[in-house]
């Protein structure tokens, strides 16, 4: 079933009734931002190809002028109530701090927290302690090129006198690891802040070998190894001395899939290898379901051993509103790849059953170019335009001038296409993008930073994209999670929002992919011109049933009392049942 066919934009997404095929690759397929190649281009544009009405570039106006960046971090981080910005501007760099003025409007750079000079590949900020404060991780993929490397190291955030430190805790007792992501949740519903880290390539020996992905369980800032509930993760083969089900993980991110209260990880491998679909079963066992659900790799490439694609991320949500879990999936594609390797795809869910179902639409490119290439490193979800449907952000980047921001816009249909051009935001090889309310009126914008990665020398910067959509009388609401047994900001709970029309999903996380950004906190919502009903929580932390079983804490909070026709609320939930105003704390 055909759902898009666009013949006069760039790209555009089609759903296919059968899979398409895929196959080996037995060569290493670095993601190439160790050491990328400083080719000179030609002049080309480096920002946007057409001015827009949309979307304007107010980057000097809110004082980011000049500012580079390849990751982004959308955080409050002083507590103040208003998003700040922390910036990498390389893939192995110091944080910068710009810190939002609501006086001025402008972001302004600050000194650094940290007592010594720390640099990282990423960062995860994340309140471990239930103190109102982020914490955060400093994570390094720990790579030949990095001249000094460190385990995955973890901050404690203090503020005195309005001032933000953060001091060093013990490193995570995993020692030096090729950790490419560091997706924080509470696997076991107890309250406290887990981790799961994606490991990739260990480059320690002459050949290459996947290092065994780790879980780790977490009481504050103490972490203990508990990697033996990935099942079958660590068989090891004596003889040949290697892991046999280890894979080079690049990305991760949390859901739950099968909607059991239990978060779940899904994976992004790189070289040919299946991405992999960890169930989390009751707390403490994960099963990997890749292959049965269809998101290890596509039916046919699923029949040979290194038959998936070069994954960078995959997002979790439900762009359909059709109660099921979807999943977007970002890749590297060459030119030189046979037709059938995974590519970029929407997995849509087709099935309430267990394991999840899926059927796979790739990305396919609609231009005269016969020798083209991307990489789709990063995907958001953005409304855009207040409609109620999740339009889509994709970072394609690595191949300039070709590659460039792609931005899906969703149809009432459910069909995308791409509209980057026409929105004024198809900058060449964006990098770390995430999404903010800079104004805080529910109409979300954007900033986006720029790789150098094949783009030479030229001079790259970061884009805040200020949406101009006019509310037009459509509704909007951020949800703002207040957890007390749970984690603060109830990570990986899930949300439903109803309204008198449908019933959308968030999945709460806002950390996410390969050397990941960070969005900005909060389940948003547009719902156009409906009625809201109400809005049922999942929260991360269970209780004991009666039987003896963990049952997660499940509230849902009537929204009868609020006014929403043609407005923006932002309102918190807390844990015990109660919604209240974001003026108003829960605890």
Not at 134 to 150: H, I, R, S
Not at 349 to 361: E, L
Not at 443 to 454: A, E, P, V, W, Y
Not at 500 to 529: M, T
């Amino acid at each position: 079933m055909i759902l898009s066919i666009s013949k006069n934009k760039n790209v555009s997404i089609i759903l296919l009734a059968s899979l398409l095929a895929s196959c080996s690759h037995k060569q290493i397929a670095s993601p190439e931002i160790q050491n990328p190649v400083k080719n000179e281009l030609p002049e080309v544009l480096m920002g946007p190809e057409y001015p827009s009405k949309i979307f304007i570039d107010k980057t000097q106006e809110y004082g980011l002028a000049g500012v580079e960046a390849v990751h982004l971090y959308a955080v409050d981080v002083n507590n103040d109530g208003f998003t700040d910005l922390i910036t990498l501007d390389d893939f192995y760099a110091a944080p910068k701090f710009y810190f939002f003025n609501p006086k001025t409007s402008k972001f302004v750079l600050g000194p650094s927290p940290f007592d010594s000079l720390v640099r990282g590949s990423y960062l995860n900020f994340i309140d471990l302690d239930h103190d109102g404060i982020y914490d955060v991780f400093v994570g390094t993929l720990n790579q030949k090129t990095e001249m000094t490397q460190y385990p995955a190291r973890v901050f404690k955030g203090e503020i005195t006198d309005g001032v933000l430190h953060y001091k060093e805790k013990s490193p995570l007792p995993t020692g030096l690891l090729p950790t490419a992501s560091i997706v924080a949740f509470d696997y076991n519903l107890d309250g406290e802040i887990d981790l799961f880290l994606a490991n990739w390539f260990s480059y320690k020996d002459k050949n290459p070998q996947p290092v065994p992905d780790t879980l780790l369980k977490g009481k504050g800032f103490e972490f203990s190894d508990v990697s033996n509930h990935l099942k079958g993760e660590y068989d090891f083969n004596k003889s040949e001395k290697y892991y046999t089900n280890a894979t080079p993980t690049f990305g991760a991110a949390l859901c739950d899939m099968d909607k059991n209260g239990f978060p779940d990880i899904i994976t992004s491998n790189s070289n040919g290898y299946y991405n992999k679909m960890w169930m989390n079963l009751d707390g403490e066992s994960f099963v990997n379901y890749g292959n049965e659900s269809g998101y290890a790799a596509d039916g046919e490439g699923a029949q040979d051993i290194h038959g998936g694609g070069n994954s960078f991320f995959s997002l979790c949500g439900d762009y359909n509103n059709d109660g099921l879990v979807d999943i977007v999936t970002g890749t590297l594609s060459r030119d030189s790849d046979i037709e059938a390797r995974d590519k970029s795809s929407i997995l849509s869910g087709t099935s309430k059953s267990f394991p999840p179902k899926f059927i796979r639409s790739e990305f396919l490119l609609d231009n005269q170019n016969n020798k083209w290439s991307e990489g789709d490193r990063r995907g958001v979800w953005i409304d855009y335009n207040l409609d109620g449907l999740q339009d889509l952000i994709i970072d394609n980047s690595g191949f300039p001038p070709d590659s460039r921001l792609v931005f899906f816009e969703q149809a009432k249909d459910h069909a995308y296409d791409d509209k980057s051009k026409e929105l004024g935001v198809n900058i060449m090889n964006p990098s770390g993008t995430v999404t903010i309310d800079l104004k805080k009126n529910g109409i979300m914008s954007f900033i986006t930073g720029q790789s150098k990665t094949r783009a030479g020398d030229i001079d790259n910067r970061i884009y805040l994209f200020e949406n101009q959509t006019q509310r037009a009388g459509r509704g909007s609401v951020r949800f703002h999670l207040q957890g007390k047994s749970s984690n603060l900001h109830g990570i990986s709970s899930s949300v439903w929002f109803k309204t008198d029309k449908r019933i959308r999903f968030f999945n709460v996380e806002y950390n996410s992919g390969s050397l990941p950004s960070q969005n900005e906190e909060g389940a948003y919502f547009a719902f156009d011109k409906e009625n809201p009903i109400n809005v049922e929580v999942r929260w991360s932390f269970a209780t004991l049933d009666r039987l003896g079983r963990l049952s997660p804490v499940v509230k849902k909070y009537n929204l009868s009392k609020f006014k929403f026709k043609g407005v923006h609320l932002e309102l918190n939930l807390c844990e015990d049942g109660r919604v209240l105003p974001l003026k108003k704390n829960c605890n």
